[in-house]
C-alpha cells in the first residue's frame, strides 16, 4: 500500500505489486505474467540522477497540465492543441508536449509537418508556431512520416525523459503534455519524471459512450493512485452538431442507390421554411443513454468540465493545424471549448494560475 500511495504501482500491474522502485520489481513472483514485468526489470532502481536535470528545466516552467485518456480516438490531441491556442491567444508563454510515441499527430494538428528539432548550446529547440507557442514531438525527428515508431517501454521512457531534460523551453506560464490513451509506459514515466517538479492536474478526454467510458473511468483512477489531481473531465464528440443548410441531403431507393438531393432540399427549406435557415441540427452520434460523462464524474467524484460536440468545422481546423477559434466560419465545436477552457481556468487551483502568470 506505501507504494501505491507513492504512486509507484501501475495501474495494470498485478494485485501484490511490490511497487516500481523495489529492488524486487519484476523480478518477485507477484511479478509473474504482469505486462509492467520487462520494464521494471529493466529499470534502473533508486533516486535517478536525471531527475536533477529535468528539476532545472522544470524550475523555468510555472504550471503543467496533462491531458489523457483511458481511450484512443477521443479527440484527446484535438483537445490538446485548441487548448495549447487558446493559452498562447491569452498572450501566455506555452509549450506544448506530445508524449504519443507511437502515434505522434501533435505536429499535423499545429500545422508544423516537416519540421525539425534545431540544437543548440541551450539543448534541443522546440518548433515554434508563434513566439509563444513552441511544440516538441518525435514527430520531428522521423526521416519519413510514415515511419513506424516500433519500441518497447524502457525506449520510450528515455526519449520523454530526454524530451523533459534536453529541451530549453525557456520561461513558460504552461507546459501541456499530451499523452497516449492508457496508464501504462509513458504515463508511469511522466508521472514519475514530473512528480518532484509538481503537476497542476490532468484533464481527460472522453466519448459519451459506455465503450469509452468503461476505460476513462480507469485514468480517473490511475490520476487518483499516483496522486494527480483531475481537473475535469470534457466529454467530446457529444453529438453532431451544425447549420441544418450545412448538411448534405439524400434519397436512398430500395435498392440502396444513393442520390443526392441537396440542392433541391436547400431550395425547398428557402422557398417554403425559411425560418429553419438559421436552425442548428443536432444529432446524437454515440449513445449517451447510460448518463455519459457527466454521470461518470459524479460517481467518481470529479469535476464535469462540459460537452463538446462534432464540428466539421473543428474538424477542418485540426486538419489544417490552426486555431480552431479564429475565421470567419466558427463551428459549433469552438463556443463549447471556449467555455470549458474558461472553466479550466476558473477551477480550484487555477484561477490563481492566470493571477500569477499575468503578474
Known amino acids: 500500500m506505501a507504494a501505491m500511495e507513492n504512486g509507484q504501482v501501475p495501474e495494470n500491474a498485478n494485485e501484490h505489486c511490490p511497487g516500481t522502485q523495489s529492488d524486487s520489481a519484476g523480478k518477485s513472483d507477484a ?6 514485468q520487462e520494464v521494471c526489470a529493466t529499470a534502473p532502481k533508486g533516486p535517478d540522477p536525471d531527475l536533477v536535470g529535468i528539476a532545472e528545466r522544470m524550475a523555468t516552467v510555472k504550471h503543467k497540465i496533462l491531458v489523457l485518456s483511458g481511450k484512443g480516438g477521443v479527440g484527446k ?17 506555452v509549450g506544448l508536449l506530445d508524449i504519443d510515441i507511437c502515434g505522434p499527430s501533435i505536429p499535423k494538428m499545429l500545422g508544423l509537418e516537416g519540421q525539425e528539432i534545431h540544437q543548440s548550446n541551450l539543448g534541443w ?17 522521423l526521416p519519413n512520416p510514415d515511419d513506424a515508431v516500433i519500441w518497447r517501454g524502457p525506449r520510450k521512457n528515455s526519449l520523454i525523459k530526454q524530451f523533459l531534460k534536453d529541451v530549453y523551453w525557456g520561461e513558460l506560464d504552461f507546459l501541456v503534455v499530451d499523452a497516449p490513451p492508457g496508464t501504462s509506459d509513458e504515463h508511469i514515466s511522466i508521472t ?18 459506455q465503450v469509452s467510458l468503461i476505460d476513462v473511468r480507469k485514468e480517473v483512477s490511475f490520476c487518483k493512485k499516483v496522486g494527480i489531481e483531475v481537473l475535469g473531465v470534457v466529454e467530446n464528440m457529444s453529438g ?9 441531403f439524400l434519397r436512398v431507393t430500395p435498392t440502396g442507390e444513393e442520390r443526392d438531393v441537396t440542392e433541391w ?9 425559411p425560418e429553419l435557415l438559421d436552425v442548428i441540427a443536432l444529432s ?3 449513445d449517451s443513454s447510460s448518463g455519459g460523462a457527466l454521470r461518470m464524474c459524479t460517481e467518481m467524484g470529479v469535476p464535469f468540465l462540459g460537452k463538446v460536440p462534432l464540428d466539421p468545422q473543428l474538424c477542418k481546423a485540426a486538419e489544417e493545424g490552426r486555431s480552431c477559434f479564429i475565421g470567419e466560419k466558427l463551428g459549433m465545436g469552438a463556443p463549447a471549448l471556449k467555455k470549458i477552457i474558461d472553466k479550466i481556468m476558473e477551477n480550484k487551483g487555477l484561477s490563481n494560475m492566470v493571477i500569477d502568470s499575468v503578474e
Open 125 to 141: 529547440s522546440p518548433v515554434y508556431v508563434e513566439s509563444n507557442l513552441g511544440v516538441m514531438s518525435i514527430g520531428f525527428m
Open 265 to 273: 432540399a436547400r431550395e425547398y427549406v428557402k422557398e417554403k421554411a
Open 284 to 286: 446524437e452520434v454515440f
Open 77 to 93: 490531441s484535438t483537445f490538446s492543441a485548441q487548448l495549447s491556442f487558446a493559452l498562447a491567444a491569452m498572450d501566455f508563454q
Open 31 to 36: 511479478c509473474q505474467g504482469c505486462p509492467n
Open 192 to 209: 514519475q519524471y514530473l512528480n518532484a517538479t509538481g503537476i497542476d492536474g490532468a484533464i481527460i478526454v472522453t466519448t459519451p459512450q
Open 240 to 248: 453532431l452538431s451544425q447549420p441544418l443548410m450545412d448538411f448534405k
